[in-house]
């Protein structure tokens, strides 16, 4: 993305010098700018912000509804690896083709032993 030359504040800057314009003399013009084509350019430049902030809340809506649908099928993969688990034992390789880790290929934890105590 660009950076931005523009204040953040353009739209509102924009319609307060339209309006300081239409109550001085709205028939002043500065070469070939004139109070409409300036207003042309403030409601362009509105419509485009309203349908950016449509398409964001569009998105927000599609993360959501996707976030819901894969918390959904992460609890059914759970629920069908615990299955194969149930079903054929954790040390199974049925278990293991579902993605679960077999008993037998875990590591073990080992601890190590307490230093002995120093008098």
Known sequence: MSKRIY?????????????????????????TLTAGTMTMDVNRARSIDES???????????RNQR??????????????????????GDDSSQFEMVGGTRVSDRKTVRKSPLPAEQP
């Open 7 to 31: 204040p953040s504040n353009v739209y509102e800057q924009a319609k307060s010098v339209l309006d300081a314009w239409c109550q001085t003399d709205d028939q002043l013009t500065f070469g």
């Open 67 to 88: 976030d819901e649908a894969n918390q959904i099928l992460w609890d059914r993969v759970k629920r069908v690896r615990a299955g194969f688990k149930a079903n054929f």
């Open 52 to 62: 950016l902030t449509n398409l964001e809340n569009k998105l927000v809506d599609l």
